[in-house]
């Protein structure tokens, strides 16, 4: 039995005051997409991308019906769903970086819907990757038996190394690398005052890389410069309550704190994608299972104000790097227009292909 604690720490556990009810409806002739697996947790960088999936189907597909289902009621909805979907609606899994061995009831929950539904087209939103192949325990091997050689099986990656990853150890054809899908994400570019101020966006989770370095470089900024402290994820998530009537008014309240800052400094993978999207320069670090710098060296090494810091025991050029950066001109710099990467995961949800 998997203690309460686990179950909270990975977004599987809500007392009956956190999760909807679900009245779906019985067959119908309109084609539905189900996303199952969005979260209810208060991790910014996660309701961040629930929120572009939801934006994203009801963009692409105005025609269809997009049920989303969070993950904590996803094992109870499955028989509703088996009982009234039909064969040519969709199975859309929540992205996002969770594919690894440290979070393992996440993949558990992929394998679960990936069996029940043999016959529909499942398609996985863009993810991470990380597992270790010496471990004979991880959770990869069963989700290889699962989807191996399924045709109607769509696994979307957002950087090069995890789809290579999966390529080479997969034999599955349906396997592509596209941008996440928070870069999909439509931020009201409007007018907001920049103070002379550095907001920090650190880990303080299983994630982090400790680097004496890096600590030493926080303290002198935080001696140096007006800085505010934040983070991406929210230890007090139950005051935050997640439903369909809050869910952008919190994840454009978090990006307002980055469109406010004059500079980011951040070893989370949606720090550096929330300064990408709202126009901040980024002082940003590598997280321990490496997935900002698969990202960054897949898509986003060519944006002038994303600043990734490669090697840590020499961090001279950071120091005047911040120093430029916080004692020159306020700016706000232009977001890269991402959507022409995302024909193929489009193709996948529409079932053309």
Request: aromatic fraction near 12%; charged fraction near 25%.
């Given at each position: ?15 009956n ?6 009245p ?6 309109k ?28 963009r692409?597909?105005?025609s269809k ?15 509703v769903i088996?009982?009234?979907?039909n ?33 529909n087209?499942?398609?996985l ?9 010496s ?10 038996e ?15 190394y ?9 034999q599955?054809k349906?396997i ?9 994400l ?6 907001v005052?920049?103070q ?9 989770d299983?994630e ?8 030493n ?8 410069y007006?800085v ?8 007090f998530?139950?005051e ?7 869910h952008?008014?919190l ?13 980011i ?8 994608i929330?300064?990408i ?15 900002i710098?698969n ?17 840590t025991d ?6 005047s790097k911040?120093d ?7 700016q706000?710099?232009?977001?890269p227009d991402?959507?022409s ?13």
């Amino acid at each position: 039995m998997i203690k309460l604690r686990e179950k909270i720490k990975h977004g599987l556990y809500s007392t009956n005051i956190f999760v909807h009810k679900f009245p779906i409806k019985p067959k119908t002739d309109k084609n539905r997409i189900f996303l199952l697996g969005t979260p209810l947790f208060m991790n910014y960088g996660d309701q961040a991308i629930s929120l572009a999936e939801l934006q994203f189907l009801k963009r692409q597909f105005p025609s269809k019906e997009i049920i989303s289902i969070p993950e904590d009621a996803v094992y109870q909805q499955l028989p509703v769903i088996k009982k009234i979907i039909n064969s040519t609606d969709v199975i859309a899994l929540h992205g996002g970086g969770n594919m690894n061995d440290i979070y393992p009831l996440q993949d558990e929950q992929r394998i679960a819907v990936i069996k029940e539904f043999t016959d529909n087209r499942i398609v996985l939103f863009p993810q991470s990757t990380s597992y270790d192949l010496s471990n004979s325990s991880s959770s990869f091997f069963e989700l290889k038996e699962n989807i191996e050689n399924r045709n109607n099986v769509y696994l979307f990656f957002r950087d090069q190394y995890s789809m290579s990853f999966m390529k080479n150890n997969i034999q599955l054809k349906n396997i592509f690398c596209v941008p996440d899908i928070v870069l999909s994400l439509r931020v009201n570019s409007g007018m907001v005052d920049r103070q002379n101020k550095i907001t920090t966006f650190l880990r303080r989770d299983v994630e982090k890389v400790v680097n004496e370095n890096v600590i030493n470089l926080v303290k002198k900024v935080n001696k140096e410069y007006n800085v505010e402290k934040s983070d991406t994820a929210d230890t007090f998530w139950m005051e935050h309550v997640v439903t369909k009537w809050n869910h952008e008014k919190l994840v454009k309240k978090k990006l307002l704190e980055f469109q406010s800052a004059k500079l980011i400094i951040t070893d989370r993978l949606h720090g550096m994608i929330f300064s990408i999207i709202t126009g901040t320069p980024a002082i940003v670090f590598d997280n321990s299972n490496h997935k900002i710098k698969n990202a960054y060296e897949s898509w986003f090494k060519d944006i002038p104000y994303i600043y990734y810091v490669e090697d840590t025991d020499n961090i001279k050029n950071v120091y005047s790097k911040i120093d430029e950066l916080m004692n020159g001109r306020t700016q706000t710099y232009t977001m890269p227009d991402f959507s022409s990467y995302y024909a193929e995961l489009i193709r996948a949800l529409s079932r053309t292909s």
